[in-house]
């Protein structure tokens, strides 16, 4: 039977080691543009306020004051929305990152798995019973194909609740410019 060797475990243990650290550099990154995105809108929301609070000092009567809620509110909306499609946005990359990594650690994993499967099942002997390992094999390439089948079915619910999401902020728009 084939042997795995000290250097091939080496080897598959830098390799999921590298894989985690490439993860928690993605993480930290999307960290970063959100606290990035947190620290604009936080600055921008309280110059907008401020400017606000300045001109309601010099309202003279309630039509002004109705007017300049308009004017307050209407850009303090957009930025909402604005702040929702960016995290979202962030979230579609680092989320997108992820299942890059995650799909070729399952690949490498799917693969070294059939190969010692395979090897295993080559190398029994004549007239012993090889059906464990055919078991085996056929185990895995059920796992194999209920995985696929699952990783697709989230790929496409992810897709539909992005639209959704968006749909709903096309929406909102002019319903908040309103």
Do not use: H
């Not at 004017?71 to 989320?95: G, K, M, S």
């Not at 299942?99 to 080559?122: C, P």
Request: aromatic share 6%; glycine share 4%; hydrophobic share 40%.
């Amino acid at each position: 039977m084939n042997q795995w060797t000290p250097e091939q475990y080496v080897k598959a243990q830098l390799a999921g080691l590298d894989a985690m650290v490439g993860l928690t550099n993605k993480a930290f990154e999307g960290f970063e543009k959100l606290m990035e995105l947190n620290l604009k809108t936080m600055k921008t929301t309280l110059v907008q306020t401020g400017e606000g609070v300045m001109k309601a000092a010099s309202v003279q009567n309630p039509q002004q004051l109705l007017e300049l809620q308009v004017q307050v509110f209407q850009p303090l909306a957009d930025n909402a929305l604005e702040y929702r499609n960016q995290l979202q946005e962030i979230l579609a990359t680092t989320r997108s990152e992820f299942a890059k990594v995650a799909e070729v650690q399952y690949s490498t994993s799917k693969g070294q798995l059939q190969a010692i499967i395979e090897s295993a099942v080559n190398n029994v002997p004549s007239g012993s019973t090889s059906s464990p390992l055919a078991a085996w094999q056929e185990t895995i390439k059920a796992t194999t194909t209920l995985y696929e089948s699952m990783q697709s079915t989230a790929r496409q619910a992810v897709e539909a609740a992005s639209k959704g999401v968006q749909c709903r902020a096309a929406q909102a728009s002019p319903v908040a410019a309103k």
